[in-house]
């Protein structure tokens, strides 16, 4: 494994030990590289490896929806791992506070974790970090070149990053290892999660319910990404942007939860022989689009607010603040898709009953926000708090970077001026009609309900 995958986050003593992986945005015991890690430095040491994940009551807008798929799957992770004696802990509560108790208990030699840009999982390791003497390191087992190694700073666009990650991409496309069944236990064997209890824990939003067309776990993951690889991969270049289609790999809920890595993604995409449009159309996505979310949250605090915005976009929102609004919609209205534009409303159903809308119609659900908020700041709340309450793959850079995107030009350049926009980006319903058959996209989310 490349060393450049791992950061020390704080040195401290080596001494003997357990070695502990606390697991969090990569949910899945194959083709991890943080799992790997952590199994090469037990087995260096002779040391039992564990895993612990903390399950927050609370997390970003999540529902039942997202915390149930992240549960299931988790529940998959525990019997990947029995398998290669690694126990595995479901720990409720903060890791600030579970994580240095769990060290302390089972007196950890290191502390090994995956990479997250988010600020909330950069907080929480920060202060895990200040109440432990052991080594703690990170490792980004998400991006296929590591966030830190592809850029070192936060790039304009895809065209910047672009060119770094090809000339990185064939020292870090690289197969998986397997993962070893490890020798060496902890001397007593802890008792079995109680999920049932756990999940009872949860202070979470019930009325927005599981899916149930899409099922969670790695061993579903697999089957969809099969299901991809056999025919719509070929079609991708042309049939993604259509949502009247089923164009899209339907892969970010799992890529999103760490069930299914990336790279594997990768791997299989490339030696599949798809004509040569389609696979680089598909790997643009999966790979630069994906991880400019990630330097975009990694190298920009405010991902999340009206200062992310590049200043140039900053500028002309500001300068068409006032701008009249031709119509304009409460929290509750847009959430109940109650505007005059049965296009956006059957995009925001779309996304309150599958918990996934098509990629093409997420630019224009945003953009319609924009043109419709009292303000951008507005926009971008709204954006983000529904995005986050009813996407299986919400609360994700590819989120915060899209909505970023669409509302406050980022990764874009400034196009012609005009009202409320300024100079961002603008996506009309005629537009669209141009594209696709709005009918027939209309009818399909109905018929689905
Ligand atoms: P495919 O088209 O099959 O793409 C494969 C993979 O490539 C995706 O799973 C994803 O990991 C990556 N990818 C595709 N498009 C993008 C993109 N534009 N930016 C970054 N990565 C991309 N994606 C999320 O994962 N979570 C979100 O919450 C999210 N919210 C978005 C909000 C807005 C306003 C916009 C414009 C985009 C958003 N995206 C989000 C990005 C993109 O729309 C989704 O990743 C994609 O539609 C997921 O479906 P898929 O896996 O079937 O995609
Ligand atoms: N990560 C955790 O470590 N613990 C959690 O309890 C947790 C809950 C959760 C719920 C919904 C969701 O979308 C993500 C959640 N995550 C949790 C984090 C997730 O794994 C990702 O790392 C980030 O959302 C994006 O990078």
Redesign the pocket.
């Known amino acids: 494994m490349d060393h450049r995958r791992v950061r020390i986050l704080k040195p401290g003593k080596e001494k003997k030990g357990v070695v502990v992986y606390w697991m969090s945005r990569d949910q899945r015991a194959h083709d991890n590289w943080t799992l790997l890690f952590a199994q090469k430095i037990s087995l260096a040491s002779h040391a039992p490896l564990v895993v612990v994940f903390c399950l927050v009551p609370r997390f970003l807008d999540a529902t039942a929806r997202q915390y149930l798929f992240m549960l299931k799957g988790l529940q998959e992770v525990e019997n990947d791992l029995a398998t290669k004696n690694v126990p595995f802990f479901l720990l409720p509560g903060s890791p600030e506070k579970e994580i240095p108790v769990f060290l302390k208990h089972y007196d950890a030699s290191q502390l090994v974790t995956d990479f997250d840009p988010l600020r909330i999982k950069q907080a929480w390791k920060k202060k895990v970090g200040e109440k432990i003497s052991i080594p703690f390191r990170e490792v980004d087992a998400h991006n296929i070149v590591p966030c830190w190694i592809a850029s070192p700073k936060q790039e304009y666009g895809a065209h910047t990053l672009r060119p770094k990650i090809r000339r990185l991409l064939p020292e870090f496309l690289t197969s998986f290892p397997k993962l070893q069944k490890h020798p060496y236990r902890l001397t007593t064997l802890p008792q079995g999660n109680n999920w049932k209890q756990i999940s009872n824990t949860l202070m979470v939003d019930h009325t927005v319910p599981e899916v149930t067309w899409l099922k969670p776990g790695g061993v579903a993951a697999k089957k969809v990404l099969l299901d ?1 690889l056999g025919s719509p991969l070929a079609d ?1 270049g042309r049939m ?1 942007n259509d949502p009247t289609q089923n ?7 799992y ?2 939860f760490g069930q299914l890595s ?1 790279q594997r ?1 990768a791997l299989e995409v490339v030696g599949r022989n798809a004509p040569p449009a389609a696979e680089e159309a ?1 790997l643009e ?2 790979i630069v ?2 991880e ?2 990630d330097n975009f949250c990694f190298y920009n605090a405010s991902y999340d607010s009206f200062k992310g915005f590049p200043r140039w976009a900053q500028v002309t929102l500001h300068d068409h603040r006032k701008d009249p609004r031709a119509y304009s919609y409460t929290l509750k209205e847009l959430e109940n898709a109650r505007t005059h534009d049965d296009l956006w409303n059957a995009a925001q159903t779309e996304m309150i009953v599958k918990g ?5 119609l ?2 224009y ?2 953009k319609k926000i924009l043109e419709w908020a009292e303000n951008p700041e507005q926009a971008l709340r709204t ?1 983000l708090y529904l ?2 309450k009813y ?1 299986l ?11 970023a ?3 406050g030009g980022v990764h874009d350049r400034p196009w012609k001026e005009r009202g409320i926009f300024g100079k961002i980006r603008y996506m009309s319903y005629q537009g669209m009609n141009s594209k696709f058959n709005i009918t027939g996209y209309i009818k399909k989310v109905i018929e689905n309900k």
Do not use: C, T
């Open positions: 991809f991708y993604r164009g899209q790999s339907q892969l970010s809920p890529l999103h990336a993604v598909f996505e999966l689009r994906r400019l979310a996934k809308m098509h990629g093409y997420r630019m659900w945003a954006a995005n986050d996407e793959d919400g609360r994700d850079p590819n989120g915060y970077a899209g909505i995107w669409s509302i």
